[in-house]
């Protein structure tokens, strides 16, 4: 059937068939940005998650001084915080002889009763 058609005719053929090929990839192409618009609007929007762990910061007048150990969503903890990692909350708790907050109990939740 081929050697039927001239040579113009197979050109418009694979012409249409690029076409088709480019629509496709345009799509494509179209999805992905959409998709990764996404990605960066949710980023931009969620909050930052929650420390597991947080060591409560007492303002004195030599500056700040720790005050206790607290779960990541304890409410007693205040506001001047900063975060730990669960190494070290233990660490704090067991070498550092930092006190566990006795609403929270961080220390049950770390095995270290």
């Known amino acids: 059937m081929s050697e039927n058609?001239?040579?113009l005719?197979?050109?418009r053929i694979v012409r249409e068939w690029q076409a088709y090929q480019?629509?496709?990839t345009d799509r494509t192409?179209?999805?992905l940005e959409a998709r990764e618009a996404l990605t960066v609007r949710a980023a931009r929007t969620l909050p930052p998650a929650a420390?597991?762990?947080k060591l409560s910061l007492l303002r004195t007048v030599h500056g700040a001084q720790v005050d206790a150990v607290h779960?990541?969503?304890c409410a007693m903890s205040g506001k001047r915080t900063q975060s730990m990692t669960r190494?070290?909350?233990l660490r704090a708790l067991t070498e550092d002889g930092i006190t566990a907050c006795p609403y929270c109990r961080?220390?049950?939740e770390l095995g270290v009763l």
């Open 29 to 31: 192409i179209a999805e």
């Open 51 to 53: 420390p597991e762990w």
């Open 5 to 7: 058609l001239s040579r």
């Open 22 to 24: 480019l629509g496709r």
């Open 9 to 11: 005719q197979r050109l």
């Open 71 to 73: 779960t990541g969503d």
């Open 87 to 89: 190494e070290q909350a």
């Open 106 to 108: 961080p220390d049950r």
